[in-house]
């Protein structure tokens, strides 16, 4: 484990620090110690007003960065954000950031075909259970694989002519498989904060449930529902759009309160270039077609993508 130890902004008002410290941040989650340099050299050139430094520890954070990657760490992630302007005590006139970053190495999640139809499983019993009695199935799986902290989609399709014809953001094609079946619900759980069996649960329920854009899943329908699960990778942050491979990436983008996802086949079925990508997301947001460009966290993601066999 190495250790690096350091403040973020330095004495700025709060609001000034917000800013300062989310563009820094986003500058070292890209993993590029030079990214780091350009961004804060830029930060201390716009004349924020009593900002004298965007990371006192710059010097630690770069060797830190350097170093982990030698070790192999492909990964980084943006742990917890805070300043001084938060505690009571603190005064919003004058704040000190701080920051918690992990640099870590990404061990891809591979599953069996008895993995795949254990998940497979689980979702389509949680469903069936839930619309029986509305109770909470009590699971308690003993395989590591499930154990594991993922973020996951879960995706249902059905051949249902009642499916609705139309769905949003407009331009999002409704059949992004190769099958003539319509979707019927898609809820996702991003955050890597649960076991992976408890995501499968949770999200197969809302996606039958939840799904704000369709009616909800019925137990008499259920027989006729194919069910898919996505399983993610870790978001990583991006800034260049060369660093985006369309079919194998999703997408994620976040400004503000606003945040829009959208899975790596939207984009390959679709025959979008990664300009349209872009613009489709934003809109997925509710945010302009070119927020990805002004100010905009963009991150980039895999999956590992498995369904039943009908």
Not at 25 to 39: C, K, N, Q, S, Y
Not at 51 to 70: D, E, Y
Not at 89 to 105: E, F, I, N, Q, T
Request: neutral net charge.
């Amino acid at each position: 484990v190495v250790i690096a130890s350091s403040d973020l902004a330095h004495y700025p008002k709060f609001e000034d620090a917000l800013n300062v410290d989310q563009t820094t941040l986003a500058a070292i989650e890209t993993g590029r110690p030079a990214e780091v340099r350009a961004v804060i050299a830029r930060l201390m050139a716009e004349g924020v007003p009593n900002l004298k430094t965007c990371a006192c520890g710059l010097g630690p954070i770069l060797v830190t960065m350097g170093v982990a990657a030698g070790l192999g760490a492909d990964t980084t992630t943006v742990i917890q954000y805070a300043n001084s302007g938060y505690s009571p005590r603190g005064s919003a006139d004058k704040v000190v950031g701080y920051g918690a970053v992990m640099l870590w190495r990404y061990q891809p999640l591979t599953l069996t075909s008895e993995q795949q139809q254990t998940l497979l499983q689980l979702a389509r019993r949680s469903i069936a259970d839930y619309l029986q009695s509305t109770a909470v199935a009590d699971i308690h799986p003993v395989d590591p694989i499930l154990l594991r902290r993922a973020g996951a989609f879960v995706t249902l399709r059905s051949p249902d002519q009642r499916a609705v014809d139309r769905l949003e953001p407009p331009g999002i094609p409704q059949n992004v498989a190769e099958t003539n079946l319509k979707l019927r619900g898609c809820m996702g759980h991003v955050s890597a904060d649960l076991p992976l069996y408890r995501v499968v649960h949770n999200t197969a329920i809302s996606a039958a449930t939840a799904d704000p854009r369709l009616p909800p899943v019925t137990l008499e329908a259920l027989d006729d529902i194919v069910i898919e699960i996505s399983i993610m990778s870790p978001l990583r942050r991006i800034t260049r759009t060369e660093e985006i491979e369309i079919g194998r990436h999703g997408l994620l983008i976040s400004q503000g309160e606003r945040r829009g996802l959208l899975l790596p086949e939207v984009a390959g079925h679709a025959g979008w270039d990664r300009q349209t990508f872009l613009e489709q997301l934003c809109r997925k947001a509710q945010l302009p077609p070119q927020a990805w460009q002004a100010g905009a966290a963009l991150y980039r993601f895999t999956t590992l993508k498995f369904k039943e066999q009908k």
